[in-house]
């Protein structure tokens, strides 16, 4: 399984953009697919996750009400839509896929089997 992910850039607080994240490779529409982050000098953290099916999604507190994880797997994309960006969810976001939840997720980072290489957001004040 290959993941390409886009869309980070430079934004002002409060503005918003979208990443995406394209998969490749055999049986991916049935892998969870989810978001991490990684700040300068911390670790890399869960940010959120959508189940195969598309029904179970799950975020991180501090992105709740502001972040929307969607995914079309007829492309095998996956896609986080970000709001009301602040300078604190600045950091390399990665996407990540998994085949063994069934239909949900996992929130620990060492569970998902493949990694994209990032794309830097920055949230300037």
């Known amino acids: 399984v290959q993941l390409q992910a886009c869309g980070g850039g430079l934004v002002q607080a409060g503005g918003s953009l979208r990443l995406s994240c394209a998969a490749s490779?055999?049986?991916?529409?049935?892998?969870?697919m989810g978001w991490f982050r990684q700040a300068p000098g911390k670790e890399r953290e869960f940010v959120s996750a959508v189940s195969w099916s598309g029904i179970n999604r799950d975020y991180t507190d501090s992105v709740k009400g502001r972040f929307t994880i969607s995914r079309d797997n007829a492309n095998n994309t996956i896609y986080l839509q970000m709001n009301s960006l602040k300078p604190e969810d600045t950091a390399v976001y990665y996407c990540a896929a998994g085949g063994r939840f069934g239909d949900s997720y996992s929130r620990v980072r060492s569970r998902w089997n493949y990694w994209g290489q990032g794309t830097q957001v920055t949230v300037s004040s």
């Open positions: 490779g055999r049986a991916v529409s049935t892998y969870a």
